[in-house]
């Protein structure tokens, strides 16, 4: 493979002023190291791990917070054991930051003017929500579930769940009531914080018949706190529960923080697997923030004079992600509406209105503005943009391109892989290192990461599994109804013990470099938010025309995200427009409008393994060019003549124009 092109240099005093560049200068001081680039820090970073996140904690100022008796007691996986005897509390840590002239965040609504709160305000705010969460009997343990906007309150609600020792979750209100329960009814919660609506597209979506269903659905829900948005009038309710609206919250008092050891859960995040139910993925308070404290301040580059912008919902971990910008003293843009209203440009827009200097989005994002024409820098402006953040999937050379020529030549473009498992970045850019067209610049600090063949040998300059050799603080504390750690071992483990496989194809260079091809299993992957076939087929397959069905999320070569939805249809079926909007509203009602599939289209059948499996891996390869014979044996699937049925259906995909 070729050099790509490079895009974006640093100049020396950007390379200075560098939060990365601050912490060598601490290196050499403190521990008399010295690095002669960042892939010898890398290697540093990774080989003597106990020694890199002691500096981690000691130049975060975490010593003067609290001790400990071991850095790293177990370093196996599963199963390591991070800053034995630390105690940490993630809303403590975030609202460190001294009250001074700069707001603690930004919100903004689609037509609304920028609203900020200062940081006095949100500690007053946490205190109050904290001091009524502890009244009503939410303690250290308990689970808040929020089905809430990208809004302020949902920032609140989550710092005073955190203070409080309780363990939060949240789904955005653009999800189906049956796919919240799937996640909420795992963790049992026995407090419900809800909004009342949200706006989408210039669209108001009264949301309080959808919090009702789920009050029925959740029997160990004991109160409601309800945030108006938008509605008038009363909130339905259930015997048991009682209501609190949000305005009636105040308090004079400081916030009291629980004391709870690092290991202390602080959410649960959710990322569907292809079987079963949704997969909960239980967080620790300290390593998410020595985590965060590390990748983005290190990594993103990310200051406390920054304002930081992702355009993103509660379901997806970039808002966590986006909330551990507060560790850094950074302002935070919380933006409830669609990145492309009135027009594609609306995004760009938000971050001009509210001088915003980090963004992040999604890769679809930047190629919706590519293939619309768009020209934000022209039309917008963006004058204090210093750092994109590009995530979700991998961007097409095109789109990078397009980012230099159309939203700014001066701009960090950081190309970041990463995920909910984690709730951080495996790899991403450095500060020093160049922006070249279809590469992520190296490994995280920290993160042992490789390409590995299916034998377990490394792999340089091939395609192979992403794999990462050596413990990271934010891996799941565990799963959620996972006691024995069975899912857990099953979901990262299985294929290389003791190592763990992320998911995705990859290719190392010898210069660290990476490329992500896709999804190296068959979990669907749609602007950025990782979902389960599974909780497809619970949906499609109740139609009465339906005998069977297959979803596959395959990345195509041109950059694009193809989602097709195969099904077969039972005797005297047939698939019409009718019956395509009776799939389409039965999934956007249950599930989201982000699980609507790209095409749906008749099939002759469903492949499967021998023992019953969907043969989602070998179909989606076939989508992407691989012919049937390289990936199934003859005689080791039912329905083996499909195979170039659907080899056929890629072979068109590919061909067919970008929309």
């Known amino acids: 493979m070729s050099t790509p092109d490079v895009l974006w240099r640093p100049s020396p005093h950007q390379v200075e002023q560098s939060n990365l560049a601050d912490f060598l200068r ?3 001081t403190s521990r008399g190291r010295t690095f002669a680039g960042y892939p010898e820090l890398w290697r540093w970073s990774t080989d003597e791990l106990t020694d890199f996140w002691a500096a981690i904690w000691e130049y975060y100022g975490l010593n003067e917070y609290s001790g400990y008796e071991a850095v790293l007691a177990e370093r196996t996986m599963p199963g390591a054991r991070w800053f034995v005897g630390a105690r940490m509390n993630f809303a403590q840590r975030c609202l460190a930051t001294p009250s001074d002239t700069r707001p603690a965040l930004i919100s903004v609504t689609e037509a609304g003017e920028p609203v900020e709160t200062s940081w006095r305000e949100l500690r007053d705010e ?6 009524k969460l502890r009244e009503l009997g939410v303690g250290p343990g308990d689970h808040v579930a929020a089905y809430l906007p990208n809004i302020r309150e949902a920032v609140v609600a989550l710092l005073a769940t955190a203070a409080v020792g309780a363990v939060w979750t949240a789904c955005s209100p653009d999800f189906g009531i049956p796919s919240v329960l799937a996640r909420f009814r795992q963790v049992a919660p026995v407090f419900l914080i809800a909004a009342d609506g949200y706006t989408y597209g210039g669209k108001a979506f009264d949301r309080r018949a959808q919090a009702a269903e789920l009050l029925d ?16 009038g009363s909130w339905p309710t259930r015997a048991g529960v009682t209501a609190h609206d949000w305005p009636d919250i105040s308090t004079d008092g400081e916030i009291e923080f629980a004391d709870v050891l690092f290991d202390h859960p602080l959410w649960v995040l959710w990322s569907s697997g292809t079987t079963g139910v949704p997969k909960g993925i239980v967080h620790g308070h300290g390593g998410i923030v020595v985590e965060l404290l590390k990748s983005l301040g290190l990594g993103a580059d990310v200051r406390a004079s920054d304002r930081f912008l992702f355009l993103t919902s509660t379901s997806w971990m970039v808002w966590n992600y986006l909330v551990g910008g507060l560790l850094h003293g950074t302002t935070i843009v919380l933006y409830d509406g669609s990145p492309t209203f009135p027009d594609v440009n609306g995004a ?3 971050a001009e209105r509210t001088g915003a200097t980090v963004v992040g989005v999604g890769a679809g994002y930047l190629m919706a503005g590519e293939r619309a024409g768009a020209e934000p820098r022209a039309q917008v402006g963006l004058s204090r943009l210093r750092s994109i953040l590009q995530t979700g999937s991998s961007l097409p050379p095109s789109a990078w391109q397009w980012t230099y020529s159309h939203v700014s030549p001066d701009v960090w473009l950081q190309s970041v892989c990463g995920g909910t498992d984690i709730c951080s970045a495996l790899a991403g850019a450095a500060a020093g290192l160049p922006v070249r067209t279809g590469r992520i610049p190296a490994p995280a600090l920290g993160v042992a990461l490789a390409s590995w063949d299916p034998d377990g040998h490394p792999l340089t300059g091939k395609q192979g599994e992403l794999v990462v050799t050596e413990p990271v603080p934010s891996m799941p504390l565990r799963l959620v109804a996972d006691p024995r750690g069975e899912r857990y071992s099953a979901s990262y483990f299985d294929t290389f013990p003791g190592v763990w496989r992320h998911g995705d194809w990859v290719t190392v260079y010898d210069d660290l470099s990476i490329v992500v091809h896709g999804r190296s299993d068959s979990t669907l992957n749609r602007m950025g938010v990782r979902m389960g076939s599974a909780d497809i087929y619970a949906v499609v397959e109740r139609l009465p025309e339906i005998a069977d069905s297959l979803v596959i999320g395959a990345e195509l070569p041109d950059g694009r995200y193809a989602m097709p939805l195969f099904v077969v249809l039972t005797e005297n079926s047939r698939l019409d427009d009718a019956l395509r909007g009776r799939i389409v509203a039965a999934i956007c009602t249950e599930l989201s409008p982000r699980h609507v599939p790209d095409d749906i289209v008749a099939v002759p059948a469903v492949p499967r393994t021998l023992t019953g499996k969907k043969l989602e891996v070998p179909i989606k390869r076939i989508l992407q060019g691989t012919p049937p014979a390289q990936v199934t044996s003859a005689g080791a699937v039912t329905h083996q003549d499909a195979l170039s ?9 590919a061909k067919a124009p970008m929309r």
């Open 26 to 28: 601490w290196l050499r």
């Open 217 to 232: 659905g959740l029997p160990t829900v004991r109160h409601l706190l309800t945030v108006r948005r938008q509605a008038t």
């Open 645 to 653: 049925w659907y080899a056929q259906y890629g072979y068109a995909i």
């Open 348 to 350: 760009w827009r938000i």
């Open 126 to 131: 946490v205190a109050a929500v904290a001091t």
